[in-house]
């Protein structure tokens, strides 16, 4: 490992021969300090794979309140659902499609981008 505090020494090059490994990556941390990282700089678990799961899981919680609102829990009419656990699947209902949707379109967003650069 390298490090080079602020005495003039700014730049990779002014740290010592030999502790340098292939593939490490130096990030400046403010005032000339630098600090040795082994991963690259895009690590490969960049959060795609969650968004998805938690993406696809909001929206299928949301699609089987509706579902269960709409053959269990009485229904709706033009004033909301009928009953008190049918007021509660739809709120969950509408929290949980708009959320979910974003966090799916995002992840596939990523998804598509780390397709791209490979």
């Known amino acids: 490992m390298a490090v080079c505090f602020s005495n003039g020494r700014d730049y990779l090059c002014d740290a010592a021969i030999g502790l340098v490994k292939q593939g490490t990556v130096f990030r400046n941390l403010g005032s000339g300090v630098f600090r040795v990282n082994k991963q690259s700089e895009q690590s490969r678990d960049d959060g795609t794979r ?5 993406g696809a899981g909001m929206v299928a919680t949301g699609l089987f309140c509706v579902l269960l609102l709409l053959t269990v829990l009485g229904g709706y009419t033009h ?3 009928t009953t008190n656990t049918g007021w509660f699947a739809l709120i969950v209902a509408l929290m949980a499609i708009p959320f ?3 966090l799916l379109g995002l992840g596939l967003a990523k998804w598509v981008r780390n ?4």
């Open 50 to 54: 969650q968004l998805l799961i938690s």
């Open 79 to 81: 004033t909301g659902a």
């Open 100 to 102: 979910g949707a974003l």
């Open 115 to 118: 397709l791209r650069e490979r």
